[in-house]
């Protein structure tokens, strides 16, 4: 354990040794940055001479990947897209339609609501001929 806190405090007191002056961090990372960067051109280099891409075989490449898929299957993907292209269609004017009946539904639910009050409305007993015997005669009738 000893060698342990030895090591320990030989590593910390090396890094306060390495600390860097507040007054001189801006031109420390500079001098980082620009040695970096020389070290990285260097190894890009190095990479990219020492393992040339060899291109002479892409074009057999991308011309096989072209025809991976069948000409037949190509046609039944075809034609199941504008299939399933019409069916969207078809649920699309579906959805409207039923948005629609949604809302006549509702404005039938009001029409009644209205013919219901104006029909027990007092007006109606007030008047010579009231609606309703009107409604009940020409029941009658038919």
């Known amino acids: 354990e000893d060698k342990k806190i030895k090591a320990c405090a030989d590593l910390i007191s090396q890094q306060r040794l390495q600390l860097v002056h507040p007054n001189d961090i801006l031109r ?20 990219s001479s020492a393992k040339e891409r060899d ?16 000409e037949n299957k190509l046609k039944v993907w075809n034609c199941l897209e ?13 959805s409207n339609l039923n ?26 007993n007030e008047l010579e001929i009231p609606p309703t015997q009107l409604m009940q005669f020409n029941l009658d009738q038919q």
């Not at 504008?82 to 579906?94: A, E, M, N, T």
């Not at 948005?99 to 109606?124: D, G, I, P, W």
């Open 82 to 94: 504008d299939s399933l292209g019409k069916y969207f269609q078809i649920l699309v004017k579906r």
């Open 28 to 47: 420390t990372l500079r001098l980082f940055l620009e040695e970096n960067d020389q070290a990285r051109d260097k190894a890009h280099t190095k990479m």
């Open 55 to 70: 291109s002479s075989e892409d074009s057999a490449y991308w011309g096989a990947m072209a025809n991976v898929i069948p």
């Open 99 to 124: 948005t629609e009946k949604c809302s006549l539904a509702q404005q039938n639910a009001e029409f009644r609501l209205l013919l219901q009050q104006y029909m027990h409305s007092s007006v109606n």
